[in-house]
């Protein structure tokens, strides 16, 4: 299946984020917060990137921006996973070039027929 980069501050959420798309066959790779992942993006490619928006660091919305801006991650799809679910913020993340959201806690199914849809 594809490669997704997850991106949290919380281990068990990115543990359960993990489990439930390795069960659908994905390979995952995990980052701890937003700098970390845009690391990771910068040296690697991944068919999706799954990311809170609450994070130190670096927030998923500053990720988001950032990643627009390697070619590579032009089209990628970029979901925010978060608690947030404020108008405010959903229009933030949709001007920094986010593809979807979904509001923790997350439904397995939601969330893999979510990441099957973008991909």
Not at 50 to 75: A, F
Not at 77 to 96: C, F, H, R, V, Y
């Amino acid at each position: 299946m594809a490669k997704i980069l997850i991106v949290d501050d919380s281990a068990s959420m990115r543990n359960m984020v993990k489990v439930t798309l390795q069960s659908a066959g994905h390979q995952i790779t995990d980052a701890a917060d937003g700098q970390e992942a845009l690391n990771k993006a910068k040296q690697g490619s991944f068919a999706a990137v799954i990311t809170d928006l609450n994070m130190p660091v670096m927030d998923g919305i500053t990720l988001i921006k950032n990643l627009r801006t390697l070619p590579s991650y032009k089209y990628t799809p970029l979901l925010l996973l978060t608690t947030e679910s404020g108008i405010d913020k959903k229009t933030a993340g949709k001007q920094a070039g986010a593809t979807g959201w979904l509001v923790k806690p997350f439904n397995p199914e939601k969330l893999l027929s979510t990441v099957d849809r973008v991909l």
